[in-house]
């Protein structure tokens, strides 16, 4: 029995979760389809989810296909839940890439395609809706091969479209040969010579399929259940099965995690090698925590069941790690390629409705940002305000239904705002000498600052000999360094820079009279950390830093009569066109518009456009902030080194200001 864990991607309101729900019926895992506008479906559990119709957390179902045990991933569709589909991509084997035959290619399609494509994850296409007024088969295959710039290969022909008797013909189109051809010799030949074999076809199918030269691409109705048959025997035939030695050293990651009935963690976990048992202890994540497995369940016939180990291969949801997060390894680490999609760049302060809650909504918020690593979570002391990161409007509702449902919570948000960025923009340094000139702390730290290439990140390197010093007291600067940068001389994160430590100095561990350590005249690593945040942001002041917005690339078609109107709006919330194209009766633009504005942007929109415009937008790079506007500015929740003397007071509890 081979595995294949699959995963259904597609766009917002393509049909992901009907489809999901016609495959488990189609092959008897259930009696009757569930509904999303009913709220009945089996992946959609969450009471948000079955309220709004839309997948917001991933699932895990499973099903036989012949000789193939299948585990089913439906994802979320909607922008803001990016970061769930990016942690699913990586545990998957093959993927369905549902498009609306309606509403065709847009842009999270685009997203989706070019990531898979990266990952070189076999996929195949399902333009679903053909029974939709419409609906269209052969334009949408051509917008596939050129906005996705994919080989698309038609595995059939649609007939009937846009009404309930639409059908779905399999068999080879004649341009599906086109395509396979250029990709094989062998069948080039044939072609020519005008004699392609059935068993050629289909083998050079399947290979270039696994080989991600090439997506079959199916259509039907998930209402209907029109070329559901043809697309699983597609997914049966073309798709690769899981493979990993379950001899082999344990290696897996944990793409989901959730809270059971008693509030504990269960992870849900792809193994890729070895065989992880019930009592077996595994190391997990970079903060290289270890566990003891309680429980084990594996995905079979339709639901999760009990076993006493899992392999390489499967899917499996495990109790007793309790410290594991998403996106944790498990046992080996496998190489990654970072974050698939871009980080969210937007922010907004969570408030409670009552005071009395601040501690619980943190404590709340802290839970989720587990589930979710790329909700990024900023506490405030001073304030006792907690911020979160997002993608987009729709997840504040989440985030409100989450907390509610399930913490009895009840919170407001503040306006969103989007999440800037610091680039040094000279070179600085600064050092300070072991209890010299104002410096209480018994370490000598020196530190420059230099900015690095956009998207380079942060580098931390030595211009000292390691030997000088304890190793524990470079580690302990290191990560000051780091952990001071999240907070520039604005307030935001400070990124594509090279800090390198110039000058070190410590003292011995010294007693009196042999009588012991003496901590008074002996260096510590708090010495360090204490000292490093001033040297780095004086440093930091030198070099001077330049506060950077995130942009988003924007593709707009619209009506070419609402131009007129479209640009005064456009230059008002500082939406720049590079390229303005007439197409017949229509206009597009492509351009960039700050990550603010896009949320106003698409508001206007409909109003502007008589509802017809055609709009995607992602997140493309951060660009200076115009020196005519104001910079902006985040408040700190550090101890503040660009205070000195309210820094010192803070850390050592007396304003220090001499030796």
């Not at 997914?235 to 030695?245: T, V």
């Not at 922010?347 to 601040?358: F, G, L, N």
Request: glycine residues 8%; negative net charge; hydrophobic residues 40%.
């Amino acid at each position: 029995m081979h595995l294949l864990n699959l995963g259904i991607v597609a766009h917002v309101d393509a049909g992901k979760t009907s489809l999901t729900e016609r495959l488990l019926h189609s092959v008897g895992v259930i009696d009757e389809i569930g509904s999303v506008d009913a709220g009945s479906t089996r992946t959609d559990t969450l009471a948000l989810e079955r309220r709004r119709g839309i997948t917001i957390k991933s699932a895990v179902v499973s099903f036989p296909l012949d000789d193939v045990t299948v585990n089913l991933i439906d994802t979320p569709g909607h922008p803001d839940f990016i970061a769930e589909v990016e942690r699913v991509l990586g545990v998957l084997d093959g993927a369905v890439l549902v498009v609306s035959a309606v509403e065709g290619v847009q842009a999270q399609t685009r997203v989706l395609m070019r990531t898979l494509r990266r990952l070189r994850i076999p996929t195949l296409l399902f333009v679903n809706k053909i029974d939709r007024r419409g609906a269209a088969y052969e334009d949408v295959l051509r917008a596939a091969a050129e906005r996705l710039s994919a080989a698309v290969v038609p595995m059939g022909t649609a007939t009937a479209l846009g009404t309930p008797a639409a059908r779905f013909t399999p068999g080879p189109a004649p341009a599906a040969l086109d395509v396979l051809a250029d990709h094989d010799d062998d069948l080039l030949a044939a072609y020519v010579e005008g004699t392609v074999p059935d068993a050629l076809l289909h083998t050079a199918l399947a290979e270039q399929t696994r080989r991600c030269l090439v997506h079959p691409a199916y259509a039907g109705s998930a209402i209907t259940g029109a070329g559901v048959d043809a697309l699983t025997d597609g997914i049966r035939r073309l798709l690769p099965p899981a493979d990993g030695d379950p001899d082999g050293p344990v290696s897996g990651t944990v793409f989901k995690v959730e809270r059971g009935p008693a509030g504990e963690k269960v992870a849900y976990a792809r193994l890729f090698s070895g065989t992880l048992r019930t009592r077996d202890r595994i190391r997990f994540g970079a903060r290289g925590d270890e566990g003891r497995v309680t429980a084990v369940h594996v995905f079979e016939d339709g639901t999760d069941i009990r076993r006493d180990a899992v392999t390489a291969g499967r899917i499996a949801r495990l109790w007793g790690l309790t410290e594991v997060r998403t996106g944790d390894w498990l046992g080996v680490p496998r190489t990654t390629d970072g974050h698939l999609f871009a980080p969210p760049t937007l922010e907004t302060v969570v408030e409670p409705a009552r005071p009395a809650d601040r501690r619980a909504l943190h404590l709340a918020l802290t839970q989720l940002a587990e589930q979710d690593p790329l909700i990024g979570l900023r506490h405030d002391e001073v304030r006792q305000e907690t911020s979160v990161s997002l993608y987009g409007e729709v997840q504040k509702e989440v985030v409100q239904a989450t907390l509610a449902d399930e913490y009895g919570l009840d919170v407001t948000f503040r306006e969103t705002t989007p999440l800037c960025v610091e680039r040094p923009v000279g070179t600085g340094a600064a050092v300070e000498f072991n209890k010299k000139d104002g410096n209480p702390f018994l370490a000598t730290v020196g530190l420059r600052v230099e900015p690095a290439p956009d998207g380079a990140g942060n580098a931390f390197r030595l211009e000292v000999e390691l030997g000088s010093m304890p190793y524990a007291f470079f580690k302990a600067v290191e990560d000051t360094v780091r952990e001071t940068l999240t907070q520039g001389l604005h307030g935001w994160q400070v990124t594509d820079c090279t800090v390198t430590m110039t000058h070190s100095g410590y003292s011995p561990r010294q007693s009196h009279a042999h009588q012991g350590f003496d901590k008074s005249m002996s260096s510590t690593g708090a010495d360090f950390r204490g000292l490093t945040p001033l040297v780095l942001t004086e440093a930091l002041r030198r070099a001077g830093t330049r506060v950077h917005e995130p942009m988003h690339r924007f593709r707009l078609q619209a009506p070419a009569d609402t131009l007129g109107a479209l640009l005064p709006v456009l230059s008002a919330l500082r939406a720049v066109p590079r390229t303005t194209e007439t197409r017949g009766a229509h206009c597009l633009l492509d351009g960039v518009v700050p990550a603010a504005r896009v949320h106003a942007l698409e508001q206007r929109l409909p109003g502007l456009t008589r509802g017809e415009a055609e709009w995607e937008s992602a997140f493309d790079h951060y660009a200076p902030v115009e020196r005519s506007a104001p910079v902006p500015e985040r408040p700190r929740t550090d101890h503040n080194p660009l205070n000195r003397k309210e820094y010192l007071l803070k850390v050592t509890g007396r304003n220090r200001t001499e030796s």
